[in-house]
């Protein structure tokens, strides 16, 4: 929903606050009023006032010329305070924590938002070649474990009224055709696991599985391997302890 299609200026004002805040928060760094200005294309005048109310409010921060804005902390706090308070989050830690130690390697619990996945939760790996990732990166589903997990909890119907016929690639493996993509969520639901081929990371291999306390399921579990340290014996060991750590999720979540 736009803000011209809201009813009243006040609910057209906070329409616009979250808009931009969303626009900061895709867009790390520093940038200008006229590039704010041509992104969300609001009118020039009234995107500087609400600008300079969202920096006395913390929510947004400027550099040292005051011409340039950017998140700012107080969106920090929210999204702690939100991962803080998340039940599946908190039900999650033993059997994350435990996950981490049986297979040395780097375990995520992400949530799917719209087309995307949203990580709540990181275990680092126990090695020095590790990938990197950090609570509230945000990843195309298409292109994940994670998300292609969440994405078979869905009918055909449903996910292609959710994706457009064409995907954004981010590797040379990346599945960039819907059919494609729906082909495979069919061996996902299959075999129970969803499998990244280097299609996010080069050099990075993924196993992913749903958490089903509700259906379609909202919330994955995965382990993402450095190809050049993942054999067959381990790739099985990952995917035994992956499912073992569903069959414990379910019953933490059962009644969320």
């Not at 057209?12 to 626009?23: D, F, G, I, P, Q």
Request: contains cysteine; negative net charge; charged residues 25%.
């Amino acid at each position: 929903m736009s803000a011209a299609d809201t009813g009243g200026s006040q609910v057209k004002s906070a329409v616009r606050t979250v808009e931009l805040l969303e626009y900061f928060a895709g867009r790390p760094g520093m940038h200008s009023l006229a590039a704010v200005q041509e992104a969300v294309g609001y009118p020039k005048s009234s995107l500087y006032m609400l600008l300079r109310t969202l920096v006395e409010l913390g929510w947004v921060e400027t550099d040292a010329t005051g011409t340039r804005y950017g998140i700012g902390v107080r969106a920090l706090l929210v999204g702690t305070s939100y991962i803080d308070g998340d039940e599946v989050v908190a039900a999650a830690r033993p059997t994350l924590d435990r996950l981490s130690d049986d297979t040395t390697e780097t375990i995520h619990l992400a949530r799917l938002d719209g087309t995307n996945v949203v990580y709540l939760a990181t275990r680092q790996s126990q090695h020095h070649l590790r990938p990197f990732a950090r609570v509230g990166r945000r990843l195309p589903a298409h292109s994940t474990s994670l998300g292609k997990a969440l994405l078979a909890t869905y009918t055909d119907d449903q996910v292609r009224g959710m994706l457009p016929p064409t995907l954004a690639a981010l590797t040379e493996h990346t599945i960039t055709d819907r059919e494609a993509l729906i082909e495979e969520l069919h061996a996902v639901r299959e075999q129970g696991y969803a499998v990244d081929r280097e299609e996010n990371t080069l050099g990075l291999r993924c196993f992913g599985i749903a958490i089903p306390y509700r259906t379609p399921a909202r919330d994955a579990i995965s382990c993402s391997v450095p190809v050049a340290r993942l054999t067959p014996d381990h790739e099985q060991m990952i995917k035994d302890l992956l499912f073992d750590a569903r069959d414990r999720l379910t019953l933490a979540t059962r009644r969320l």
